[in-house]
């Protein structure tokens, strides 16, 4: 059974600096991509960054040059860091996979808060 489970998230003030790890467990190989997504109150969940079992990158432009998202060898932990943190990056933040980052995801996570603050 595959489970993800978030950690990390907390309240912290603009301009500051988070890093999210994501657990991964259950699957027999790292042949899968493993992405993060946001949802704020009252808006969609949308896609922040998603990295492919080959290491290649997908970002949304408004987290370009302040997230890194990276993945440990094993393909067991994901991890988001994220910096120069702003308003409207407050949401709960979820890890999912697929096989690939365009490809539907089936596994999620139960999400971790983040709240930016003034």
């Known amino acids: 059974q595959v489970q993800l489970v978030e950690s990390g998230g907390d309240l912290v003030q603009i301009g500051g600096s988070l890093r999210l790890s994501c657990a991964v467990s259950?699957?027999?190989?790292?042949?899968?991509?493993i992405g993060w997504f946001r949802q704020a109150p009252g808006k969609e969940r949308e896609g922040v960054v998603c990295?492919?079992?080959?290491?290649?990158?997908y970002d949304r432009d408004s987290v370009k040059g302040r997230f890194t998202i990276s993945r440990d060898n094993a393909g067991r932990s994901l991890y988001l860091q994220m910096n120069s943190l702003k308003p409207e990056d407050t949401a709960v933040y979820h890890c999912?996979?697929?096989?690939?980052?365009?490809?539907?995801?089936?596994?999620w996570g139960q999400g971790t808060q983040v709240t930016v603050s003034s």
């Open positions: 999912a996979t697929a096989s690939t980052c365009w490809s539907y995801y089936d596994h």
């Open positions: 259950g699957f027999t190989d790292d042949h899968y991509a």
């Open positions: 990295i492919n079992n080959n290491g290649t990158i």
